[in-house]
């Protein structure tokens, strides 16, 4: 059995007016908890610096780029970047990134020993791009937010493959499939999910129902294990769901956040349950028919 013992760190609200010093001290209390568990590995949320701007239609260019990041790890975030390789721990972390004069909803991997590994790009970018008239809550990501240019890569860790994904992207299954066939052992997925915002009444509880049937889906589909993080509960007087977990590649939820606040779970994961399911029903070589897929990425 090859045993990896990863956490996921959920971030409960930050308000505009928290700093990133102030956030950057939560991440580290909580990337402690991490280590003191254990954890080889934690996953953070997406945007996870700053509040889920994108409620919110801004047309000052100042108010967006206080949201951005210019580089990685900058001054306010490299204390987080310092106390990681201090315990020897790996970390997701997601953030708004501006790199040469475009605007991504990012997230990247950073290595035990404190070099980044990776990075991807936010690809299925929800909601809409102008701001819709008299709604009571927008979700404005295709304003801010350019689609990804890095594709669903799959890293070689000297603990496990392991790819990333963000928010939205959870809900396609091509999302996860393009990873499955790369061989992704582990799949980090930060998240900010509004469970206010609607385009119709949908019953609120079906929020947590969709995010962790999607997860599941993902995580057998593709006999991975998948680590999601929350930036939970109510930023600006907007609720977001919580619901971070750790999911098997037999599609079951082993650990789950109980709050919708700072909070860390973990869960000693066996890679080799992936095996079996590659070795079997998921033996993309043995039983997937490619020649009939083609719709798929023709429409
Ligand atoms: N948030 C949401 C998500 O996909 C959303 C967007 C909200 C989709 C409500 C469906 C319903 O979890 C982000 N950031 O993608």
Redesign the pocket.
Known sequence: ARKLHLAVAQLGPVQRSDTRAQVVRRLIELLEDAHSRGAAWVTFP??ALTT?F?RWSLDDPADVQAFFETEMPGPLTRPLFDAAREKGIGFYLGYAELADGTQY?TSILVGRDGGIVGKYR?I????DAQARDGAALQ?L?KKYFAVGDLGFPVWQTPDAAIGMC??????WPETFRVMGLQGVEVVMAG????SG???WD?PIHL?MH??LLSLQAGAYQNACWVAAAAKAGVEEGNPMIGGSCIVAPTGEIMVRAFSEDDEVINFVCDLSVSEHYRANIFNFAAHRRPEHYGMIVER
């Open positions: 997406e945007l889920f994108p909803n936010k299925h970018i929800p909601g979700h990501e963000i928010c939205n992207d959870r809900r998240y900010n999910t509004p915002y609607v385009q949908e929020r969709h995010h």
